[in-house]
């Protein structure tokens, strides 16, 4: 959906499955930078393994957030994704792109108010943002591509599975998520 250029700057705000998998398309498509925004610490040295060359919390700091994308980007970001599903974040993610051609692409679903509030002059000044279901896939026709890209290990997807538990510590699956300290859970049904 985005169609990331070779040496553009890519923020990805929130670090889940969508954001590491977006992470991995920004590097697959030759990103030099890719800043990985999530207020869980734990996450950020995960997210390098899936391309994320830059970590940043927002607890750390009292400068807004797209101040300081802005400030090391000298500019903003060329794209940026959010992944959490927040649409305070989505006017974020807008203003933390670049002046002229900034990206944002909204993935996440938002869980309460999912009306969204950006001031005009974001749009007036080249800021685009889209909305994206399936980053852009064709489920029929581009599946067996992205198979094939998963059998010849081009892109990670087993890394998504942090644990493997048996059907009895379902509860236990739904704790560690609540609590951010999964990625995605397997269940396994007794025989």
């Not at 959906?1 to 040496?7: E, F, L, N, P, R």
């Not at 670090?15 to 990985?36: D, W, Y």
């Not at 899936?50 to 101040?67: A, I, R, Y």
């Not at 997807?157 to 538990?165: P, Q, S």
Request: with cysteine.
């Amino acid at each position: 959906v985005a169609d990331i250029s070779k040496g553009s700057t890519v923020a990805i705000f929130g670090l889940g499955t969508v954001g590491l998998s977006v992470a991995q398309g920004a590097k697959l498509r030759g990103a030099s930078r890719i800043i990985g925004v999530d207020t869980n610490p734990e996450k950020g040295e995960k997210a390098k393994a899936f391309g994320v060359t830059e970590f940043l919390n927002p607890n750390d700091s009292d400068e807004p957030l797209q101040q300081i994308i802005k400030r090391i980007t000298d500019g903003g970001a060329d794209y940026s994704f959010e992944c959490i599903g927040d649409t305070g974040m989505m006017t974020t993610a807008l203003q933390s792109c670049c002046d002229g051609w900034g990206l944002t692409v909204t993935l996440g679903v938002p869980k309460e108010k999912p009306e969204m509030k950006a001031h005009y002059g974001l749009f007036i000044t080249g800021r685009t943002l889209k909305g994206s279901l399936f980053g852009g896939w064709r489920p029929k026709s581009d599946l067996p591509s992205l198979v094939d890209m998963y059998t010849k290990k081009e892109i990670e997807i087993d890394e998504f599975i942090t644990h493997n538990m048996p059907f009895e510590d379902i509860n236990k699956a739904f704790d560690l998520m609540k609590e951010g300290r999964c990625l995605r859970c397997v269940i396994h049904m007794p025989k």
